[in-house]
């Protein structure tokens, strides 16, 4: 048989101690927990790493800042950085577009370091209060960094604009600045002051070799990039500048080409002329021409010429184009030349310096007293030298040949009387102290000069009343006629005839004829010479014009009411010997001047005074330009409404609308016919008793301009 073991009684207090270690034991094992200081060891990793790479943007940030401030603020206009090998507008360009961008992206972390505490904070449970505490700890130090970088920005950006300015590195330079800097509608004579020293060169590859200026007048200049030129005429005009520049590195040579538009509009009154010689010895024969001189309407009304400088215009010199003069004496001599338009509206004056010097012999001068326009016989007339000069001291010795056969006198001023009529050759010979003579010689006519022919001319076309010179366009063809020319012997042999004035006879014959093709003024010189070897002569001035291109615009209608449609026509614009290729079209109302044909239409929509110019283009690019002027007034103000509904039965309510009124409206009265009115837009009425009103609607502008119309409104009982 079996036996069982022997069982021990287990007490209670044992079995529920038992109890939890087999519910312990029957638990499933669980994994060991990490040590915090493990459990933390990444991320505190990552927060080292990111706070070292902060550290060190920080840092370099705070580096460019105060480099780029440093530069900034001790940077002088027109340096250069040649450490770094850039021009101070680019390079400094750059160093504040930086800034901006390093404090933009400062800003733009910080604000991120605001929003992310914020959520938390704000999502925070109720019972988290050291989260909530925490996070808006760290709100409020993220707020107050923004702010501060904010007010940095704005600091910054203030300074380094006004540093911008001040270093001149916002302006954008266009490659030939011109002063005036607005070179269209200039007035002639104009002097401009072009500058290129903006044009783009790179200069770590090219230097400059040479400036070549074409100012499109037939003028140029090689010289530096800034030069000065004077515009006399009208005409528009290319001003061309080459830039001839070298490689540096192979040596070879490129060309940069920039033009700048000069447009001269208006020619004033232009007086000038030349000296032929300026300078010399006493005596000094000057020869003084205002040929060059210009009237913007084609012709000179008077010449005034004041030669010894004294503000007095000598008569005898009045109106001569070319005139002749000795300086006797040493010294400098002020010339002025006056001009006057022909209407005598305008005068332009201008002077020139004449330089006397001494000579190696005494210069004679003779003067009668009174300057005697005539001379007669039976007539003592005073002759002096006294004015007579020397440069190697005084003068000791006098001689007087009257060459009338009478004696020879040695006085510095003597009377002399002529008994017979005649030409007679005085002669004045003075004697210095270094014994050098000096001899003048003044012909005297005494009655009439015997058998001297008068030269006249006639031309086809004629002098014109009143006029200077005869007056044409280019190839200008002038007959001349001589044969009207006298003599008291009738025997005049010779007629030669000069078309330049240069000296040199160009045709002989009592009738010829000349063209002229050269612009400008221009003397024809008849000169008769008869059988005694008598001679006169006669000029007439000739002006010659060159044709050219000419515009010419015509507009419709030249003013009216807002907005105005205007149709502009210069297809009668000319262009002898070529073709007008374009028409540029500016309408002086703020819009950008296009290139178009000769008919175009253009809308102005605003109330003003505007001054439409065409600049014809000839096919060989020379240029002319004319304008109009067009005047666009403000729409008048009249009235006009519409009553809806305009019958029916009372009480009746109308709507009144004066949306059809037009012009530029500011006051509406409204007068409904019942006594009653109203200063309201579009207002409603109500008429309570039958009957027929006249509803007055007056409007206003602000100029105090009105305007009425009136309906009847027909209110009946049923």
Not at 77 to 97: H, K, M, R, Y
Not at 290 to 296: K, L, M, R
Not at 368 to 376: F, I, K, M, N
């Amino acid at each position: 048989m079996f036996s069982l073991p022997d069982k021990k009684p287990v007490k209670a207090s044992e079995k529920l101690a038992a109890k939890p270690q087999a519910q312990e034991a029957a638990k499933p094992q669980e994994a060991p927990l990490l040590k915090p200081q493990e459990q933390a060891k990444p991320k505190s990793k990552f927060k080292e790493t990111l706070t070292l790479v902060g550290a060190i943007l920080g840092g370099l940030s705070a580096l460019y800042l105060a480099f780029t401030f440093y530069v900034i603020g001790t940077a002088k206009e027109g340096t250069e950085l040649s450490i770094i090998g850039a021009g101070t507008p680019a390079f400094l360009n750059g160093l504040v577009v930086g800034v901006y961008i390093v404090l933009f992206l400062a800003a733009l972390v910080t604000c991120v370091w605001v929003i992310i505490p914020l959520f938390k904070m704000l999502l925070a449970k109720k019972e988290e209060v050291d989260k909530k505490k925490k996070a808006k700890k760290h709100v409020i130090i993220a707020g107050i960094l923004l702010g501060v970088l904010l007010i940095a920005w704005g600091t910054a950006f203030v300074y380094l604009e006004n540093r911008r300015d001040v270093l001149k590195i916002n302006v954008v330079h266009a490659p030939i600045e011109t002063e005036p800097s607005d070179t269209l509608q200039l007035s002639a004579p104009v002097t401009i002051k072009f500058d290129a020293t903006h044009a783009e060169i790179d200069p770590q590859n090219y230097r400059v070799v040479l400036y070549n200026w074409d100012f499109g007048d037939e003028e140029s200049e090689i010289g530096d990039a800034i030069v000065t030129h004077e515009f006399t005429q009208k005409g528009s005009y290319i001003v061309t500048l080459t830039i001839e520049k070298r490689n540096v590195h192979t040596g070879e040579t490129a060309k940069d080409t920039h033009t700048k538009e000069v447009s001269i509009t208006n020619q004033s009154l232009t007086a000038a002329f030349t000296v032929e010689p300026q300078a010399g010895e006493a005596p000094l024969e000057a020869i003084f021409d205002a040929s060059d001189s210009i009237d913007p309407d084609g012709r000179i009304g008077k010449y005034e010429w004041d030669i010894d400088g004294d503000g007095q215009f000598e008569e005898e010199y009045e109106n001569q184009i070319t005139v002749e003069h000795t300086f006797e004496k040493i010294g400098n001599y002020e010339v002025f030349l006056r001009i006057t338009s022909l209407t005598g509206e305008d005068y332009e004056t201008t002077k020139k310096q004449v330089i006397v010097t001494k000579g190696e012999t005494p210069a004679a001068i003779i003067e009668v007293q009174g300057e005697p326009a005539t001379y007669e016989t039976g007539v003592s007339y005073i002759f002096k030298g006294g004015e007579s000069v020397s440069p190697n001291g005084d003068i000791l010795a006098y001689s007087w040949d009257f060459d009338d056969g009478s004696a020879i006198e040695d006085t510095k001023t003597v009377s002399h009387t002529f008994d017979t009529e005649g030409v007679y050759n005085v002669i004045l010979t003075v004697t210095d102290e270094e014994d050098k003579e000096g001899e003048s010689l003044l012909e005297i006519v005494i009655g009439t000069k015997p058998g001297t022919p008068q030269a006249k001319m006639t031309t086809d076309p004629a002098l014109e009343d009143g006029a200077l010179a005869i007056v044409g366009d280019s190839p200008l063809t002038i007959s001349f006629d001589g044969s009207v020319s006298t003599d008291s012997d009738e025997n005049i042999l010779e007629y030669e005839w000069d078309f330049d004035n240069d000296g040199e006879v160009d045709e002989y014959g009592k009738k010829s004829s000349h063209t002229y093709i050269k612009e400008g003024t221009h003397t024809a010189r008849l000169t008769v010479t008869d059988a005694d070897n008598n001679v006169g002569t006669t000029t007439i001035g000739i002006q010659v014009s060159t044709p050219g291109i000419k515009a010419k615009l015509t507009a419709e209608p030249i003013n009216g009411e807002v907005p105005l449609t205007v149709k502009f026509d210069s297809t009668g614009s000319s262009h002898p010997g070529a073709e007008i290729s374009s028409y540029k079209w500016d309408f002086g109302d703020g819009t950008s001047p296009t290139l178009g044909s000769g008919k175009i239409s253009h809308k102005y929509i605003e109330i003003g005074e505007y001054t439409a110019i065409v600049t014809a283009i000839g096919s060989d690019n020379t240029k002319a330009t004319e304008e109009v002027y067009i005047t666009v007034r403000a729409v008048q103000v009249s009235a006009c409404f519409d009553a809806s509904p305009k019958t029916g039965v009372a009480p009746l309510k109308v709507s009144l609308d004066p949306d059809c009124s037009t012009g530029t409206i500011t006051g509406y009265n409204w007068a409904f016919g019942d006594g009653s009115s109203a200063a309201e837009v579009k207002p409603e009425h109500e008429f309570d008793k039958p009957g027929v009103y006249p509803v007055t609607l007056e409007v206003s502008d602000n100029d105090n301009n009105v305007s009425s119309t009136t309906m009847n409104v027909t209110v009946t009982a049923e």
